[in-house]
């Protein structure tokens, strides 16, 4: 059985640095892509970044120069470095995960079969 489990969320000024932590299990960590979303309240979840199996990374233009997805060492986890952090990027921050097969877009939730179950992301100004 996968599972995700996000941690590292948590409440920062305007122009803090959070970074959040996903651990995979059930899962052989290196055939899948995995991603960061996350949800505002009243907002659709909308795409922060992937990680594909082979290591390159996307970002959302909102994100792009501030936050960076990594896996460090190989282990069974993905991170989100978050720097520069805005109120705007106040939002349940969701990890999930995609084998390249799959069908659907990077940036569509759809496009997921597993989720974490969220971390909260509060950016005061």
């Known amino acids: 059985q996968v599972h995700l489990v996000e941690s590292g969320g948590g409440l920062v000024q305007a122009g803090g640095s959070l970074r959040l932590s996903c651990a995979a299990s059930?899962?052989?960590?290196?055939?899948?892509?995995m991603g960061w979303f996350r949800q505002a309240p009243g907002k659709e979840r909308e795409f922060v970044a992937i990680?594909?199996?082979?290591?390159?990374?996307i970002y959302a233009d909102s994100v792009k120069g501030r936050f960076t997805i990594s896996n460090l060492n190989g282990n069974n986890m993905v991170y989100l470095q978050m720097n520069g952090l805005e109120p705007e990027d106040t939002a349940v921050y969701y990890c999930?995960?995609?084998?390249?097969?799959?069908?659907?877009?990077?940036?569509?939730?759809?496009?997921?079969?597993?989720w974490g179950q969220g971390t909260q992301v509060t950016v005061s100004s």
């Open positions: 990680r594909w199996s082979s290591g390159s990374t």
């Open positions: 059930g899962l052989t960590f290196n055939n899948y892509d």
């Open positions: 999930a995960a995609r084998t390249p097969s799959s069908r659907g877009s990077y940036y569509s939730p759809s496009g997921y079969r597993y």
